[in-house]
C-alpha cells in the first residue's frame, strides 16, 4: 500500500491557538492500519478508514521533524511512513 502525500507541516500549539493537523490518504491494503509516531509529543496520528490525520503536540511541544509509520494489521511487514514537520 501507498500513502499520499509522503510529507506533511503541521503546528504545534501555540498559546490559545489549536495545533494544526493534516491528512493523508492510504491506498490498497487490508484496510485496517496501525500509526505509531516517532515522537508523540511531537505528532500524532490517527486513522479512519483510510485517511490518516496527523497532529501537532500540545503547548510547549518540541519542534523538528517526526515520522509517522503506518502498519497493515494484516501483514505487519507492510508499512509507509510519513515525514512531518512540527513548527
Known sequence: FVVTPTEVVVQ???????????QVVI???S???IATSSDPSM???TISGNVVTITG?????????????IRDQADPARNATVSVTVR
Do not use: F, H, Q, R
Open 27 to 29: 491506498t490498497g491494503g
Open 57 to 69: 503536540g500540545a503547548l510547549g511541544a518540541p519542534t523538528g521533524v517526526a515520522i509517522i509509520t
Open 31 to 33: 484496510g485496517n492500519y
Open 43 to 45: 505528532a500524532i496520528a
Open 12 to 22: 504545534s500549539e501555540k498559546g490559545t491557538t489549536s495545533a494544526t493537523s493534516n
